[in-house]
């Protein structure tokens, strides 16, 4: 299981970093998606992976080892939520911006043929 959420995690950065420098302004806002659901897979991961864990609502006695930890699930629902909101921001700003140049390139200009 660590193999296959390391695996997705690495697909996930490499094709985000791969998106980031191309020159259209909208494979740069996918890229930065992709990215940040690496980060929030990565930040999922530390709680640790066990399958049929009970949560932390029974009152425990004892050994919390076989329970869930609810810190990191707690922040990717934030860095989602967070996430959402500054893609929704960068897609108005890069429309903005397609109707002020007339292009979708980071740098505002066409590259010559």
Do not use: C
Not at 80 to 97: H, M, P
Request: charged share 10%; no cysteine; net charge negative.
């Amino acid at each position: 299981m660590e193999l296959v959420l390391a695996t997705a995690i690495g697909v996930l950065t490499a094709a985000g970093v791969w998106l980031i420098l191309r020159s259209r302004t909208f494979q740069v806002i996918v890229g930065l998606t992709l990215i940040s659901y690496a980060v929030n897979l990565f930040i999922f991961s530390t709680g640790g992976l066990r399958i049929g864990a009970e949560p932390v609502l029974k009152s425990t006695t004892g050994n919390l080892a076989g329970y869930a930890d609810p810190l990191p699930q707690a922040l990717v629902l934030t860095a989602i939520v967070i996430g959402f909101a500054t893609t929704a921001l960068l897609l108005v700003v890069v429309l903005a911006s397609r109707g002020f140049t007339g292009g979708d390139h980071v740098d505002g200009e066409e590259p010559d043929a």
